[in-house]
């Protein structure tokens, strides 16, 4: 059985792929760097589970640790505020 957390980044990555836009990809490899490295450095402080939201710069703008186990799930969305 796969791991749900790379199984979420596989998935992502398959549709910044298939967006064919150089942009998102490059956007994709930042974020997924980013959040794989903010996970790795978290993952023994974490209890159950972790809430992380990550802009496409690649700066942290949420990251919650949660004492109870959560689903995981990934949003990717352009959204121009």
Not at 10 to 37: F, I, N
Not at 47 to 70: A, F, H, R, T, Y
């Given at each position: 059985?796969?791991?749900?957390?790379?199984?979420?980044?596989?998935?992502?990555?398959e549709?910044a792929?298939?967006?064919?836009?150089k942009?998102?990809?490059?956007?994709y490899?930042s974020?997924?760097?980013?959040?794989?490295?903010?996970?790795h450095?978290?993952?023994?402080?974490?209890?159950?589970?972790?809430?992380?939201?990550?802009?496409?710069?690649?700066?942290?703008?949420?990251?919650?640790?949660?004492?109870?186990?959560?689903e995981?799930?990934?949003?990717?969305?352009?959204?121009?505020?």
């Amino acid at each position: 059985m796969e791991n749900p957390l790379k199984e979420r980044f596989k998935k992502l990555k398959e549709y910044a792929e298939a967006s064919e836009s150089k942009d998102e990809l490059k956007t994709y490899k930042s974020v997924a760097d980013q959040a794989d490295q903010h996970i790795h450095d978290l993952q023994a402080d974490m209890q159950k589970g972790l809430i992380l939201i990550i802009d496409s710069e690649g700066s942290v703008l949420l990251e919650k640790i949660l004492q109870v186990p959560i689903e995981t799930d990934f949003q990717w969305r352009n959204s121009r505020l």
